[in-house]
């Protein structure tokens, strides 16, 4: 494999097949002392037939939970999938899809110019990591970020799996009573769950409060920016070259039912 795909071998007594250790975009940094991710690796086996049974479970994609259950039967370090941060998170999906059906990704992108439709294949271990801010503090969950306007403090974390599993149960719970012609409240929902403490705060009531009622605009997108910058991550962007038309620009890699079900493709 290219020195790009973030993925090392070493030899391991932890499973009877082949592993792989992948290189984390958070490098651990945001994991506590002596948590299994803190060294900034993490440990995979090679995928085998029994996963391939996880994937074509019927019952777990209709649960939405086929790639957390197949992550969780890769993984060899001794951690839960809901435990990682959510950039990490993607490195490991994305490492466990090569090591389970090669580097080569196909998709089909329409070009936005001339709406020809373009196979392409991306190569999986040319993908970099963010680069990761070490000034930041070390072995714990926890950011600062004054708000420009309002000038308060936010006490904030990155999110987990656990945390996005919490998200989206609120937000399939708010579904059911929303009004159809209102406004959604994904963003406001979000920042509940992320945000931990309003000038030192950590009442559960008066983040809610704060951002509901007290959360200006220019500062809300201000603090999501922040939060988006400082976030360790996989770069899934590629230059996309139109074939029909020569139309140019940068594309975020789609994940599509190739990705882990390759012989899906026509």
Partial sequence: MSENTKVTAKKTQKSKFPTEFID??????????????ADGQVELKYMTAREED???????????????????????????YDDIIVGDKNAIM??????????????????PSC???????????LLGNKELNEDLP???????FELPLS??????????????????????GLQKFANKKGPGKTLTTRLKHQILAINGNRDIKVIRDFIDNELFAQDSLALRNHMREISPDVRTQFNFECESCTHTETVEMPIDTGFFWPSTKS
């Fill in 24 to 37: 984390l975009p958070s490098k651990g940094w945001f994991y506590p002392e002596g948590h299994p991710l």
């Fill in 54 to 80: 996880i994937l074509t479970s019927a019952n777990l994609i209709k649960q939405g939970k086929v790639i957390d259950t197949l992550i969780n039967a890769l993984l060899v370090t001794d951690v839960t």
């Fill in 94 to 111: 994305i490492a466990a899809r090569i090591l389970g059906y090669g580097k080569d990704y196909d998709i089909d992108y329409t070009c």
């Fill in 115 to 125: 709406n020809e439709v373009n196979k392409l294949q991306i190569d999986l271990t």
């Fill in 138 to 144: 070390k072995n714990i969950n926890e950011f600062e």
């Fill in 151 to 172: 000038k308060t403090l936010v006490t904030f974390k990155i999110m987990d799996g656990g945390s996005e599993k919490k998200l989206d149960s609120e937000l399939k």
